[in-house]
């Protein structure tokens, strides 16, 4: 079984500044697996990122992902004050895993 | 318009059966593989089950195995989860999900409000 780290647990950063999050597989993973996700309180998770770099429909250009093999990074370019919320990197093969997700705070 | 909406939360005993059920719209239900994935107060995600487009191949986490029964009516666009023998550690918020596939790969694109489930006496 796959199991995802994410790191770090929380991340302190101002608007306007580059979050950096990344996401580990304890074993090489098909990068078109790979998935990210952004939940903030009290709301489902919407998808960011599928198969590790392409960005879903809607989602803004300052999100980028990037990665194969067992590291993975979601890049958020320059924080907006909606991109506070918690992050989750999904592995999408049986069973499906989640790392445990990346807070991003107001600092 | 594209959606799931979850329905069936609520509160039962330990040892006791709750149904939830989603209703999907806006897209071919039977073209895709469904999941439920729930969410602890304060935790983060974890997959629940899964069953492929054609509701013939069910797939469980080991958490829940033997326990909770996963269907779907692929007519009606409905998905199902059967839970029994409920403990405290299953109460969740309970989200459905739809598959970017039909089997058992693929990642997340469409995710219900959730429902939620308290197992206490």
């Known amino acids: 079984e796959i199991v995802l780290t994410q790191s770090p647990g929380t991340l302190s950063l101002s608007p306007g500044e580059r979050a950096t999050l990344s996401c580990r597989a304890s074993?090489?993973?098909?990068?078109?697996?790979l998935a990210w996700y952004q939940q903030k309180p009290g709301q489902a998770p919407r998808l960011l990122i599928y198969?590790?770099?392409s960005r879903a429909t809607g989602i803004p250009d300052r999100f980028s992902g990037s990665g194969s093999g067992t590291d993975f990074t979601l890049t958020i370019s320059r924080l907006e004050p909606e991109d506070f919320a918690v992050y989750y990197c999904?592995?999408?093969?049986?069973?499906?895993?989640f790392g445990q997700g990346t807070k991003v705070e107001i600092k | 318009e594209v959606q799931l909406v979850e329905s069936g939360g609520g509160l039962v005993q330990p040892g006791g059966s709750l149904r939830l059920s989603c209703a999907a719209s806006g897209f071919t239900f039977s073209s895709y593989a469904m999941s439920w994935v729930r969410q602890a107060p304060g935790e983060g995600l974890q997959w629940v089950s899964g069953?492929?487009?054609?509701?013939?191949?069910?797939f469980y986490a080991d958490s829940v195995k033997g326990r909770f029964s996963i269907s779907r009516d692929n007519p009606k666009n409905t998905l199902n989860l059967q839970m029994d023998s409920l403990r405290a550690e299953d109460t969740a918020v309970y989200y459905c999900?739809?598959?970017?596939?039909?089997?058992?790969?693929?990642?997340?694109?469409?995710w219900g409000r959730g429902t939620l489930v308290t197992v206490s006496s």
């Open positions: 198969g590790a770099s």
């Open positions: 999904l592995y999408g093969s049986l069973p499906r895993t």
């Open positions: 999900a739809k598959s970017s596939s039909y089997g058992d790969r693929g990642y997340f694109d469409l």
């Open positions: 069953i492929n487009s054609g509701g013939d191949r069910p």
């Open positions: 074993q090489s993973v098909t990068s078109s697996y």
